[in-house]
């Protein structure tokens, strides 16, 4: 049984990463061909995972970065193999990469990270794979969060209270959209 599969599909449109839970409670990679739609391999992550995974891709596509709940996974994409598995103590859903490739954002529920009792936006630096900053937010329960097509803002959505505009120059909440219960929903660049 598979459980909550993540999607991201590589530039180019020839390979869909699927990140889920398998029927062991494992967190693990699926890579399918679009041109088929078959599975061509499964590259497991993590044991004993709690929570569903989130996957997002490096602007190449060369990287997939995929969250284990307090960690992520690196994995390359052109050998189709686990790189390393970073420890974080923040439990984290979400992920969106920036376009440049430099920071991934991802959310990270309440009561752990810098803020005890806040849910944040959580920031990694890719290179070091450090956590840069935090950005606390309230009165939401974040789910979903991702980049405009320049990077200058970054949104982040919830199962409560409204879409969050942050400016990603300031790495401040800048305001929000007037969309309450905005879970499922996407930014499409045109």
């Known amino acids: ?3 909550m599969a993540s999607l991201a599909i590589a530039p180019g ?3 869909l990463y ?3 839970i398998d029927s062991n409670s494992q967190a693990a990679l699926a890579v399918i061909d679009t041109s088929n739609n078959e599975v061509t391999q499964n590259i497991a992550l993590s044991p004993y995972i709690s929570a569903p995974p989130s996957v997002a891709l490096s602007p190449d596509g060369t990287l997939a970065y ?3 709940a307090v960690g992520l996974a690196i994995v390359d994409t052109v050998h189709g193999q686990l790189l390393e598995t970073v420890a974080f103590e923040v439990d984290l859903t979400s992920l969106a990469i920036s376009p440049d490739g430099k920071v991934a ?3 990270s529920g309440p009561g752990v990270g810098i803020y005890n009792n806040a849910a944040a936006v959580v920031i990694f630096d890719l290179t070091t794979y450090q956590i840069v900053k935090e950005i606390p937010f309230a009165d939401v329960v974040g789910f979903s969060v991702a ?3 320049d990077g200058a ?3 982040l959505t919830g199962e409560t209270g409204p879409v969050l505009i942050i400016d990603t120059a300031s790495e401040k ?3 929000t959209l007037p969309i309450n219960n905005s879970l499922g929903i996407t930014i499409a660049a045109h």
């Open 173 to 175: 909440i800048e305001g």
């Open 66 to 68: 995929v969250t284990l």
């Open 105 to 107: 954002y991802t959310v």
């Open 1 to 3: 049984m598979r459980r």
């Open 13 to 15: 449109g020839k390979r």
């Open 153 to 155: 803002k970054a949104y």
């Open 147 to 149: 980049f405009t097509p």
């Open 18 to 20: 699927a990140a889920y």
